[in-house]
C-alpha cells in the first residue's frame, strides 16, 4: 500500500505516480471496472456516430431518390446533343454576327469621321468661291479647269517652239556669214596651190631630164641602197648588241660548266682507276669466265657485260647471292669436310683516300671467297672444283664399265628373260581381248578392239619401246658391242632421268627401287582403244567419240572392254577357279535394253557375278538364273533384313524356306 515491494531477495519502491493494474487482486478489480466503464462510454459515442451516418444515408438516399426521379425525366441523351449543337452553332452565330456588327459600327465611324474632315477642308478651301454647294457645280468646275490647264499647257508648247525657231534663224544667219568668208578663203587657196603645181611640175620635169642620163641611174640606186641601209642600221646595230650580250653569257656559262666538267673528269677518272682495278682482281680470280686471246681490261669488261647481258633480271641483289652461297657453304659443308673448306673475306684492306665516291667502289669490292685444302695443299677454289671435276669424271669411268657389266649380266641373263616373258604374255593376252571384243555380238553393232602401242624415247641416248623390246628378245649370245652400248646407255639415261626426278621432287630413293621402276615394262608401252560400227572404218576411241555416242553405246565402251579383260585374264588361269566378278552400283545410267545386252555378255563370258544397286532386279530373260537379296532397313533401324528371291530365267520366286 505504501508502494514498497519485495520478490525473494529482491526489495524496492514504486513511484508515487504509478497506480497499479496488475498486481493486488483490488488493482486488478478496479482497473478491469475502469476498462469496462471506459468501452461502455465508447460503445455509446459509436451509437450515436452510428445514429448520424445513418441521418446522412438517408439524406443521400432521399438526393438519390430526387435525382432518380430528375434522370427519369430529363429528355433522352439524343436530343440533349441536338439541342446541345444546336444552341453552340447558335451561340457562334450570334458571335459571328456581333463581331461583324461591331466592325461594321467601326469602318462606318471611320467613314464618318473622314466624310467631317472632308467637309471642314472643302469649307475652308471654298471660303472665296462663289460655286454653289454641290456636287454638280464643283464638277462642271472642275472640268473647266482641266480644260484651261491643258490649252495653257499647249500655249506654252508653241510659245518654247516659236522661241526655238527664232533661235535656229539666227543661227543660219552667222553660219552663211561664216560659209562665204571660207568660200573666199578657199578660192584664195585653192589658186595658191594650181601656182604650186604648176611650179612643182615644171621642177619635176626638170629633175625627170636630169635622171634621164645614164650617169645619173647609178647615182639614184646608190641613193636609194644608202637610204634603205640606213633604215636598217639602227636595227642591225641592236641586233648585234643583243647577241653581243647573250654570246658573253653564253660564253661565262660555258667557262663555268667546262670548269665542273674538267672537275668531274678529275673525279671519274680515279672513280674508274679504283673499278679498273676492282674488275681486274675479280677477273684474275677466273671464277666467271676467262678470254686467254684478250688482254685489253676495257674489252675484257665489255665482253663479261656483253656476254651476262639479262643475267640480273631476276630482281638478285649482291646480297641475296652473298647469302646463298652462305646457304649452300653451309649445307655442302659436311659433305666437303675432307677438303676443309672454309669461307673468308678477300679484297677488304685498303687506304682511307679522303674520297668518299672512291672509298665507297674499295669497299664495295670486297667479297666471300671459298679456300680448302687438296692433300694438305690450300687451293682456291677454281683448283677445287677441277679437282673434284677429274675425280667425278674418273669415277663416272670406272661407273660405267661396272654398270655396263651389271646392265649386261641383269638383261641378257636373269632380268631380260622375265621381261621378255611378261612382254610376250602381255601381247598374247591383248590378242585374247580383241578376239574377244571382235567376236561378241551386240545389239547396236559396235564392237571394240586394243592396240598396246610402243612409247617413244624421251631423249636422244634413250631407245623408243620398239628398238628395246627388239634388243631384249634377242638372245644374248647374238647382241653386238654395238647394241649391248645402246641397251646401257638407255638405262643409264633412264636412271639420271629417274634421280634427277627425285632431287626435284625433293625425296630419295634406292638404286633398287630406282631399277624396279625402270624395269617396269607396262610403262613402256600404251593402251589404246578402237571402236568399229556397222558398215563403219574402225577409228580410235576419243573423248570427242565417246561423248556422241548414245548411253547404250557409252555403257558398251566402259563394260565390254572391262568384261574382256577380265575374262582374259580368267583363261589363263586353272579350269576351275572361279571366274567372279563384282560390280557396284552396277550399269547406272543405263536403259533396259543395253542392260539387257550387259548381262547377256556376262553370260556369254562365263563370269559369276555379284553385283548391287538401288533398282536394278537382274531379271532379265539374257540372264539363266540369279540368286537376288533386297535388303530392308526399316525406320533408319540399326539392322538390315534381307528378303531373298530366284531367278530361273523366266519368273522371279520368293524364296521361304530358311538357308
Known sequence: ENGEYVIGIIKGNTSGIYIPKYIGAEARKRYRSEMIQNIQTQIVEIKLQIEVENDKIKEIQQSKVVLDTEFEEMPPKTDLEASFENMKSLNDHLMSKEKEAAGKEQVSSMFYDKLKNAKTKVLELTKKMELPLNLDAYERAENQCTQYRDRLGDLDTQHAKLIQLLGNIIIYEENIKETSGDIDRISCDLETVFNKIIETKNIRKNYEEI????????????????????????????????????????????????????????????????LRDSFILEYELGYVVQYTDEKDCVRIAKKVCSQFKGDDKNGKQRDDYA???????????????????????????????????????????????????????????????????????????????????????????????????????????????????????????????????????????????????????????????????????????????ARKEQEDKGSSQSFHATMKDILDYRKWFEFQLFYR????????????????????????????????????????????????????????????????????????????????SQSLWGDYETVSSLSIYELIRPNNADFVTTIRYKWNGKVKELVTESL
Open 211 to 274: 635622171l634621164s642620163k645614164p650617169e645619173y641611174e647609178y647615182v639614184r640606186a646608190e641613193i636609194e641602197r644608202c637610204v634603205s641601209d640606213l633604215k636598217e642600221i639602227p636595227l642591225r646595230l641592236e641586233n648585234a648588241i643583243v647577241r653581243a650580250t647573250k654570246n658573253e653569257e653564253k660564253y661565262n656559262n660555258a667557262m663555268g660548266r667546262l670548269e665542273e666538267i674538267g672537275k668531274q673528269i678529275i673525279g671519274l677518272q680515279i672513280q674508274n682507276e679504283g
Open 533 to 612: 560400227k556397222t558398215g563403219e572404218i574402225k577409228k580410235e576411241l576419243t573423248d570427242n567419240a565417246f561423248y556422241k555416242f548414245s548411253g547404250g553405246e557409252k555403257a558398251m565402251a566402259m563394260y565390254v572392254p572391262l568384261f574382256s579383260a577380265v575374262y582374259a585374264r580368267y583363261d589363263g588361269a586353272k579350269k576351275d577357279c572361279p571366274r567372279i566378278i563384282s560390280l557396284d552400283e552396277a550399269f547406272a545410267g543405263v536403259d533396259e535394253n543395253n542392260i539387257r545386252d550387259m548381262f547377256r555378255l556376262l553370260e556369254e563370258l562365263d563370269l559369276s557375278f555379284i553385283i548391287n
Open 323 to 497: 647469302k646463298t652461297l652462305q646457304d649452300k657453304y653451309h649445307e655442302n659443308y659436311n659433305l666437303m669436310a675432307e677438303y676443309s673448306l672454309r669461307m673468308e673475306y678477300i679484297f677488304e684492306q685498303f687506304e682511307d683516300t679522303k674520297n668518299e665516291k672512291l672509298d665507297k667502289i674499295l669497299l664495295s669490292r670486297k667479297r666471300l671467297d671459298l679456300l680448302a685444302r687438296i692433300q694438305g695443299k690450300e687451293v682456291n677454289f677454281n683448283t677445287l672444283t677441277a679437282y673434284i671435276g677429274d675425280s667425278i669424271a674418273e669415277t663416272e669411268k670406272l661407273l660405267r664399265e661396272s654398270d655396263r657389266q651389271l646392265f649386261e649380266d641383269i638383261l641378257a641373263n636373269t632380268v631380260g628373260k622375265k621381261i621378255r616373258a611378261r612382254i610376250y604374255h602381255s601381247e598374247q593376252w591383248v590378242k585374247k581381248m580383241n578376239s574377244l571384243m571382235e567376236s561378241m555380238n551386240t545389239s547396236s553393232g559396235l564392237s571394240f578392239s586394243l592396240a598396246w602401242k610402243s612409247r617413244v624415247a624421251e631423249s636422244e641416248d634413250q631407245l623408243n619401246t620398239k628398238e628395246l623390246v627388239d634388243l631384249l628378245q634377242t638372245d644374248a649370245v647374238l647382241l653386238t658391242e654395238e647394241s649391248l652400248s645402246r641397251l646401257t646407255e638407255h638405262f643409264r639415261s633412264k636412271i639420271v632421268l
